[in-house]
């Protein structure tokens, strides 16, 4: 691995990862071009990640786009390889600070226009569809969608061309051989981009820790085709809303065993609506709303809704805990997860697991059954991927550090002749020359927080951690011009267990009695004397030390 020293080069092809390195998800990765005060620069995806149980009350974060918002007049466009959430989810909220062309494929599109609709941009951002295979040029670059195959219609990777030099980057891909539905893989495509000469092969390193190859949806199809045929009474499928060949295979598996079809989840709906637009699930049939679920004969409906990662207000949890207003399961009935637990979510996954087992619901999860399969490629599919583009480097994006790691010392062992381990904000010299980490630059995240966006690190999700772990006291004091107290001190807790209140409310009056008159005149020594007198009362009874907000006021 190289090390890394300050940048001086000035006509280089370089690549500034601002989201997806390191993590799974918030995929964002700038391309630049040219000296560095006029360099021009190509973003590939904006995507989000998802909030866990560290960030309460955070729903979506964001990378921060810093760096290239400073730079934006030089951004010459922004290139969506897919429609997964980790991808573009987060065009709709930074795209007014970028405020550049989108370039994408029609299902890509069609999911984007529904984001953008919800937040009034529907009619503001320059969406530019451009089809599987296409190539076209953004600015100085010139681009290329060759297709993959993925958990989603049309995914690509993106084949960018430079005076510089020339990268493929890899996108989200496995290598399927008999997709369900859309464009196979295009090894003769990469075979020739091979032979052109590729400097950089920035790829994938989700699923490297796997040997062999994943298995084809096909093989999940037909499984899932068994399991609906022997269900005797009401099943349920759960899965990713975006996954529109599960969609596709689930449904079909109904249709087969005669069983109507019930959709449950917006989101679902929602990427069922966008893939009829582009052609897909035309042969599905029609769906069912939710209200017709109890009116069917058990053996004669399916229900297909999103939860599959433990989603308190989704679907599936809501029916596990019988609070759904239309949709009930009864002893017997079966849910099957269609679906691998992304990792952070376990806790949530199992919760509904459990409640389904207290409803007497059989489960069925991809532990069980053939009922998943990833969207990633394994190593022989990386080995295969290498062999036909033969890069002169391998940069592993799209993993957490173990991804990373393991992926350099696959491809270094593959003989992959150049590879480096970066973070976001690594600034890395792609062409000319070795590939080597040569600045850093600021990266960092945002969080949603409501209809806002707000810092992650400073912003109110550690605020709330602090308040989940040791509750709040409130103090009001009331004092005159002399410094009296002009009523009892007030003390609200919340958070804390019952019975503390007069203990510390004793506190907060020996505080403020034992301090000398001269120096009640000054605001901030008061509120520090009276806080630290509270904090220290509840770490001597409780062991903990609540966050403590103290109001004074002068008459």
């Known amino acids: 691995m190289n090390a890394k020293k300050k940048f001086d080069h000035s006509n280089d092809l370089v690549l500034l990862p601002l989201g997806g390195v390191g993590e799974i998800g918030m995929n964002c990765y700038c391309y630049g071009i040219g000296p560095v005060e006029?360099?021009?620069?190509?973003?590939?995806?904006?995507?989000?990640?998802?909030?866990?149980?560290?960030?309460?009350?955070?729903?979506?974060?964001?990378?921060?786009?810093?760096?290239?918002?400073?730079?934006?007049?030089?951004?010459?466009?922004l290139v969506l390889t897919h429609a997964h959430e980790d991808h573009l989810g987060a065009v709709a909220w930074l795209w007014p600070q970028l405020r550049c062309p989108v370039y994408c494929t029609p299902f890509a599109a069609a999911i984007l226009a529904g984001k953008l609709k919800e937040r009034g941009l529907d009619e503001d951002?320059?969406?530019?569809?451009?089809?599987?295979?296409?190539?076209?040029?953004?600015?100085?670059?010139?681009?290329?969608?060759?297709?993959?195959?993925?958990?989603?219609?049309?995914?690509?990777?993106?084949?960018?061309?430079?005076?510089?030099g020339?990268?493929?980057?890899?996108?989200?891909?496995?290598?399927?051989?008999?997709?369900?539905?859309?464009?196979?893989?295009?090894?003769r495509r990469f075979r020739e981009i091979g032979e052109l000469g590729v400097d950089a092969l920035v790829c994938d390193s989700t699923n490297v820790l796997r040997q062999?190859?994943?298995?084809?949806?096909?093989?999940?199809?037909?499984?899932?085709?068994?399991?609906?045929?022997?269900?005797?009474?009401?099943?349920?499928?759960?899965t990713f809303a975006s996954h529109v060949e599960r969609i596709s295979s689930a449904?079909?598996?109904?249709?087969?065993?005669?069983?109507?079809?019930?959709i449950a989840g917006r989101a679902m709906r929602q990427t069922i609506e966008a893939a009829r637009t582009c052609g897909y699930l035309r042969d599905a049939g029609s769906f069912l709303d939710e209200e017709a679920f109890g009116y069917l004969p058990p053996d004669k409906i399916m229900l297909l809704c999103t939860g599959s990662q433990g989603e308190p207000r989704a679907a599936i949890a809501r029916i596990a805990e019988d609070t759904h207003p239309n949709i009930a399961l009864d002893e017997g009935d079966l849910v099957v997860f269609s679906s691998k637990t992304i990792p952070g979510n376990e806790k949530a996954v199992s919760a509904v697991h459990n409640n389904l087992a207290s409803l007497g619901v059989d489960v069925i999860t991809s532990d069980d059954a053939l009922v998943h399969t990833s969207g990633h490629p394994r190593q022989d599919e990386l080995k295969l991927l290498y062999g036909w583009l033969n890069p002169r480097a391998v940069i592993p994006m799209h993993g957490e550090?173990?991804?990373?790691?393991?992926?350099?010392?696959?491809?270094?062992?593959?003989?992959?002749?150049?590879?480096?381990?970066?973070?976001?904000?690594?600034?890395?010299?792609?062409?000319?020359?070795?590939a080597q980490i040569v600045d850093e630059m600021p990266a960092g995240r945002l969080h949603v927080d409501g209809k806002l966006i707000v810092p992650a690190i400073e912003g109110p999700a550690r605020f709330r951690r602090k308040l989940s772990f040791a509750g709040i006291v409130v103090v009001s004091l009331v004092i005159d011009a002399k410094g009296t107290l002009v009523s009892d001190i007030e003390i609200v807790a919340d958070g804390l267990p019952a019975g503390l209140d007069e203990k510390l409310k004793a506190a907060a009056d020996e505080a403020y009695e034992s301090m000398p008159r001269p120096r009640r005149q000054n605001d901030g020594?008061?509120?520090?004397?009276?806080?630290?007198?509270i904090r220290r009362a509840a770490d001597a009874e409780w062991g903990k030390k609540p966050i403590c907000q103290v109001l004074l006021h002068r008459l």
């Open 212 to 238: 062999g190859f994943s298995v084809s949806e096909a093989e999940v199809s037909a499984s899932l085709w068994r399991i609906v045929a022997e269900a005797k009474g009401r099943i349920a499928i759960t």
């Open 38 to 77: 006029s360099r021009e620069w190509l973003m590939v995806d904006l995507g989000v990640k998802f909030g866990d149980e560290t960030e309460p009350g955070i729903d979506i974060v964001l990378p921060e786009l810093g760096t290239i918002i400073s730079e934006r007049r030089r951004l010459s466009g």
């Open 401 to 434: 550090p173990r991804h990373l790691l393991r992926h350099v010392e696959f491809a270094e062992a593959s003989g992959i002749g150049e590879t480096l381990m970066a973070e976001n904000g690594d600034l890395i010299r792609l062409a000319p020359g070795p």
């Open 251 to 262: 449904v079909a598996a109904a249709r087969k065993a005669g069983r109507e079809v019930v």
């Open 125 to 164: 951002v320059p969406v530019r569809i451009k089809a599987v295979g296409s190539r076209f040029a953004v600015g100085s670059f010139n681009l290329e969608f060759v297709s993959v195959t993925h958990s989603i219609p049309e995914p690509t990777a993106v084949l960018i061309e430079t005076k510089q």
């Open 525 to 533: 020594t008061i509120i520090e004397m009276v806080r630290t007198a």
């Open 166 to 187: 020339r990268v493929l980057h890899s996108g989200d891909w496995k290598i399927d051989r008999t997709p369900v539905m859309g464009d196979h893989f295009d090894e």
